[in-house]
Each structure stands twice: as C-alpha cells, then as structure tokens.
C-alpha cells in the first residue's frame, strides 16, 4: 500500500480505511516505512483528527503489533487501572490490593515515570527485592495464587507503540486525543484484562490540562475500549494540586500504606475508594453503592492491607519494610521550605511541585536517569489552607545536597497567596462509562 497515499488522504481529511491504518501500523514497526513518513502521518492526524472507527482500528492495530497478554483463564473477573498520570499519584498502590482484596483478579503491566510525573513500577522498586520482572509463567501463576501481580511493561507489549511514541515525543504530536488514546488503550488491550478503569487527569499537574480536553479524552478511551469488548470507566480527577501529601517513590508507599494500615483518610483515600469501587463494581457486577460499601470495609478491617502484604511478598519484595516503614529508602539530606507571607495558599502549581521533585532525583529528565528512590517531597500544608509566615510548608528529601536550594525556590515558585480562601475543587470531576 502506498504510504504517500494515506499521508495524502489524512492531510486532506479524509476517513482512512481498516487496511491503510493497519499496513501503516505492521510497515511502520517492522521498518518499512522510514521515520519521516510517519512523522507526517502523526502530524496530518493531529490537524486533522480521526473518527472513533478510525482510533479503534489504530488501537487495536498496535495492541497487535507485539504479544498479548492471554488471560481467559480467568474468566471476565480481570481488573486493570490505568492513570494518565499526575504528581503524588500512588492510587494503583491503594485500588489493586483493595481490588484483589474483594475478589478482582488484577494482572498488572504498568510504566516508569517520566518528566514531573511518577511511575508505578518506580516506586514498587523502591521496596527492597521487589520483582518488577517475572516470566509469562510466573507472571500467571502468581495471579493464580494471589490474584495480583505487578511487573513493569514486557519487551514485546505494543512494539508499534513504544516506536510511535518516541517519534511522536520529538515532533510536536504528543498532544493529539486519538493518538494519546490510542496509545494507551493498546497497552490496556494487550495487557487482556476484561475490565478497565481510567483515572483521567485534569489540571496544572497533568497532560490534560483542563476538565474538557480530559473529558475528550475520557470519551474516547472509553468507546475504544467499548468496541474492542471490554468493560470500561473512566473517573476525570483533579489534578491541579498534588494527590496525598508525599510525592516520590518510596515516599508515596509511605503514604499508600498509612491509607490501607494507619487509618489516613485524605483526598488520596478518597480518589482511591472511588476508582477501586468502579473497578470493583464493573467486575463483580454489584452497583456503585455497594461496591464502594465492601471498598470501606475492606480498607478499615486490614483486609486490603494483608493482601498488599500477600502480593509484595510473593513478588520478592521485603515485606518488613511495609510493616517497618523507616526500614525504606529516604535521602541524607533534608530542608523544610518556610511560608514567605501570611494568609491563604490560593493555589499550589502541580506541574511545578513535581518538577521540583524530579530536581531531587525522585524523577527522570529523560529515560536513561537513574532514580533515587528516597528523594521527594512530604507537603504540610496545600491549596486552601492557611498559613503564617516562617510556617513549614514542606520538607524536601534527597541525596543531592546542592540541589535542595534550586528546589527550595522552585517549589516556591509554584505557590500563590491571598487574603480569602479559595473555592475548592471537586476531586472527581466527572464519572463516563459504557460498562454492561
């Protein structure tokens, strides 16, 4: 098929058909079609959208570009959570024990974090001996077994993905819905679970920036997913502030785990309790209501924490770190940034606190970084309280002495005040499904 044709076609505007999408997908990955073919290709869908059918087909052409992940074994009680990702957002520590907990079978593959945003895998290697790594055997059994297991994206996922992203990253076509949901939907699809819950963000700290590109995204997924046979919801969150009150690796297990064990019942909780009781509902066939009932429950009896337990155990990770929380990784270096005037946080720059954790090593600039593990940001105060000044407003982590006083000024930079107390915003935005 002629690749000059179909960048023609979609530069003009026109619908593209099954096989053109799907010959571009299998050139494109197997080296026929050079890079700057498909960079045009990127750029015309980018000006010029593409319908559902057209993103459904270029999903489901890249989910098939590499292996899938075969779990009809287990029936239609597979679960999976996907983020969009933001800062402090350590949901998928909270939902997939809690999930398990109540009976979802959760086969996990998740990514590294990139940029100001964190990674799941990233901060599960923050646990000592933690696999993120299992074969295709164990992988399964464990689930099997414990009904979890969380490792990070397999070699041959979506190859087509990983070539078009990196393409896509350098060529100013990252921000286009069918492409960004085409990416991630191939990945939930390949990854084979029957149902599917998206935590879209929305705000200062995330890609969408604001609550309609979410909610166009949102859409989107949910009707990929929807025609591909899958169970789908995706809960828009907010994230113009920071989730939680810990940002960092082995922090944010810190706090992932003062929710399920000590009792924390903050807005991380609460985001937590309602993906997991969406996930939980689409799974067990049980109503909203009731699922987020046993999603309570299980947190407050410990039932979700010992199965947190059960499945860092079973994948290698020391679980005496879990119980022993100072037995984690935290950085030599501490300093607490003081409030530089009296009155109200009106708003706490999301992006700019995560990039001032990513400048204490809690991040990569790029993929080659190394991460450390114990860098961060332990917040005391956020948007809407009120605050004095020379009152701590956070205190930074890191091995890195120089950098704590670039990021001292930077997580300033991030902070507005006033006089009056700002309005707050809903932590869930908005609520789309097509689940059956």
């Not at 009976?103 to 599960?124: E, I, N, P």
């Not at 450390?372 to 002495?401: N, Q």
């Amino acid at each position: 098929m002629d690749m000059y044709e179909i960048i023609r076609r979609k530069r003009d505007g026109a619908e593209l058909t099954d096989e053109e999408i799907r010959a571009f997908i299998r050139g494109y990955t197997d080296g026929r079609i050079p890079d700057y073919q498909a960079a045009a290709f990127c750029m015309a869908v980018f000006f010029r959208d593409m319908t559902d059918r057209e993103t459904a087909v270029l999903t489901e052409a890249m989910a098939d570009s590499g292996d899938r992940l075969d779990l009809s074994g287990f029936g239609r009680m597979t679960a999976d959570k996907h983020s969009t990702g933001g800062v402090g957002d350590k949901t998928s520590l909270i939902v997939i024990p809690a999930a398990a907990s109540l009976g979802c079978v959760t086969a996990k593959m998740s990514g590294r974090g990139l940029g100001h945003t964190g990674g799941t895998v990233d901060k599960l290697e923050s646990i000592p001996g933690y696999r993120t790594s299992l074969s295709p055997e164990a992988f399964l059994d464990q689930v099997r077994r414990v009904g979890i297991a969380v490792i990070g994206q397999t070699g041959n996922l979506t190859p087509a993905d990983k070539k078009l992203y990196a393409l896509r990253d350098v060529t100013a076509t990252v921000d286009s819905i069918p492409l960004i949901a085409s990416s991630i939907m191939s990945k939930k699809l390949a990854a084979g679970a029957a149902n599917i819950v998206l935590d879209v963000k929305a705000g200062s700290g995330s890609f969408m920036k604001t609550l309609d590109r979410a909610a166009l995204l949102a859409d989107k997924m949910v009707r990929i997913g929807t025609a591909a046979g899958r169970n789908v919801t995706a809960v828009i969150t907010d994230m113009d502030v920071p989730l939680g009150t810990h940002i960092g690796n082995a922090l944010e297990v810190r706090e992932a785990v003062a929710v399920l064990r000590d009792g924390l019942r903050n807005d991380l909780y609460e985001v937590s309790v309602c993906l997991t009781a969406h996930l939980a509902g689409m799974t067990l066939g049980i109503p909203f209501g009731e699922a987020e009932r046993r999603v309570k429950e299980a947190i407050a009896s410990g039932l979700a924490y010992r199965k947190m337990l059960e499945w860092i155990g079973a994948q290698g990770g020391d679980i005496s770190c879990i119980e022993d929380l100072s037995k984690l990784p935290k950085g030599r270096y501490a300093a607490r940034v003081k409030s530089p005037a009296d009155g109200y946080i009106l708003k706490m720059d999301a992006e700019t606190v995560g990039r001032t954790s990513l400048h204490l090593g809690a991040g990569r600039a790029t993929k080659e970084d190394v991460i450390d593990p114990g860098a961060g940001i332990v917040l005391r105060r956020k948007t809407g309280d009120r605050v004095r000044e020379g009152e701590t407003l956070c205190t930074l982590y890191t091995d890195r002495k120089s950098a704590l006083g670039p990021a001292k000024e930077l997580f300033l930079s991030a902070l507005t005040f006033g006089a009056e107390k700002p309005e707050p915003r809903p932590l869930v935005c908005r609520v789309i499904s097509t689940a059956r």
